[in-house]
């Protein structure tokens, strides 16, 4: 309904009518408010200067002139009459929670300008509705709308240039071709080229150009991936991933994509670094929107770097989306922040790989009285790793934690020294993937640690008391 320039009665002043006001206002609507007094909510809406209070109560009169009604009161029978009352005049009218009086309903919107997407119950339950919006506004990239300005700009184009038999299935590729992720992304001008392109090779004898989306999927649980990450997960052609992705981020995957397994585990590199960068680069050329996912963050201990660098060598596009890397959620799932003002100034991320049984690290640079040390892929080295800290200047009785699979329900972590760790590693039986966190920090973890999964299998028979205090 277009209420552009047109006055509406909005009836009640609360935060709820601001917010069902707001929508009006949006859509450049004049508002009459009937009110004793506004909600703070109403002095923060965007075009409060077309609002205005014209009575205290309301009278038939002031529907006389409205295009439509909005009705916010508590009262059945009270909303009833004025329902009534707009309805003798033919006016359309919304009574908030009150979906019998209701000519029509204000749905959940997403919007895109100019695309919009409603989601409705009918009234039966707007928090739901409410929810599944929320849900997919993460689905739905905030440039949509540029996507589609971009094909009004070229819609005589396209007219001119494909048959009309052939545009449907010409936009389809468009949509659907690294054009709209160029869009998402910032890259204008290159998706005008591209869209060019397509239009002038004839579109649909042209293979769309393939890209690479290296993506970080984080330490495990899926609800610390991002949007862009979920979106890219869910329209790539073939995945290729590795063995840190858990399976219930797999499972939000496209359903239908090719799935190839790279996974890398200690002293068994199931497909060798090399091999994985050039059939990243065959697959984007076979012009296949390519999934690389990796778990935490591609560019911390990822090698995401070495990927796009073989790509950019062989003119393949790419697009990189960081993740939450281990460090980061696995010690909030810990509750082992790793700065704190008391504790640790500073934080250094290491890789704890065993190279010929030794370490190539700065020790001098990394074993600081003030600075937490994160260790990745410690776990066979735990031993060494303590060793050569204490050895570099750490206090034997310096705090240290292990963690096992963090952020799932699966978690486990593992607290001592340096001197005690690795003993009690072992004893837990703890297997990778693994976080070491070592500093003074880790003293906090009893106090702030708020993620409480299900306890280990091997312990879900013991009681809180019975439970070593180190595995609680």
């Not at 840190?244 to 670094?273: F, N, T, W």
Request: proline share 5%; hydrophobic share 45%; aromatic share 6%.
């Amino acid at each position: 309904m277009d209420v552009r320039d047109r006055h509406c009665l909005v009836v009640g002043g609360s935060e709820t009518a601001a917010r069902k006001a707001e929508l009006l206002l949006r859509c450049g609507a004049w508002l009459d408010v009937v009110a004793t007094d506004l909600h703070d909510g109403w002095s923060r809406l965007e075009g409060r200067e077309r609002v205005t209070v014209v009575a205290a109560t309301f009278e038939p009169r002031l529907l006389d002139g409205k295009a439509a009604v909005i009705i916010v009161e508590e009262d059945f029978n009270a909303a009833r009459v004025i329902a009534d009352a707009a309805r003798a005049r033919n006016l359309p009218v919304n009574v908030a929670d009150k979906p019998a009086l209701c000519s029509f309903i204000l749905p959940s919107i997403i919007d895109r300008t100019p695309i919009v997407v409603a989601v409705s119950s009918g009234g039966e339950s707007p928090v739901l509705a409410r929810m599944l919006r929320a849900r997919l506004e993460t689905l739905v990239p905030a440039a949509y709308g540029h996507l589609s300005s971009l094909a009004s700009r070229y819609k005589d184009k396209v007219k001119a240039a494909i048959a009309p038999a052939q545009r449907r299935a010409f936009w389809e590729k468009v949509f659907l071709s690294p054009v709209a992720e160029m869009v998402f992304s910032g890259r204008d001008a290159e998706a005008e080229k591209q869209l060019d392109a397509m239009i002038a090779d004839g579109a649909l004898q042209a293979l769309p150009r393939g890209e690479v989306y290296l993506v970080g999927a984080g330490p495990g649980n899926p609800d610390l991936l991002t949007f862009r990450a979920l979106r890219l997960m869910q329209q790539a052609d073939v995945i290729v991933y590795d063995r840190l992705v858990s399976q219930p981020i797999l499972d939000m995957c496209r359903r239908d994509a090719e799935r190839i397994y790279v996974g890398k585990e200690r002293d068994d590199h199931a497909v060798p670094q090399e091999e994985i960068n050039l059939m990243l680069v065959r697959l984007a050329k076979e012009g296949k929107r390519t999934l690389r996912l990796k778990g935490g963050d591609p560019f911390i201990f990822g090698r995401g770097g070495e990927e796009i660098e073989t790509l950019v060598e062989h003119g393949v596009s790419f697009q990189v989306v960081p993740g939450i890397t281990a460090a980061a959620g696995v010690a909030s799932y810990a509750g082992i922040p790793l700065t704190h003002r008391d504790y640790a100034q500073s934080v250094a991320f290491v890789t704890g790989h065993l190279k010929d049984n030794t370490f190539n690290l700065n020790w001098e640079g990394i074993a600081r009285h003030d600075q937490t040390i994160v260790i990745y892929m410690g776990l066979k080295g735990l031993p060494l790793l303590c060793e050569a800290l204490i050895k570099h200047g750490l206090d034997a009785t310096t705090p240290a934690a292990i963690i096992q699979q963090g952020t799932l329900p699966t978690q486990r972590v593992v607290t001592g020294t340096l001197t005690t760790l690795p003993a009690l590693a072992d004893a837990a039986g703890l297997k990778a993937p693994t976080l070491i966190i070592v500093g003074n920090v880790v003293k906090l973890r009893e106090k702030l640690g708020w993620f409480q999964p299900e306890l280990h299998s091997e312990q879900a028979h013991r009681t809180p008391l019975e439970t070593p205090a180190h595995l609680r």
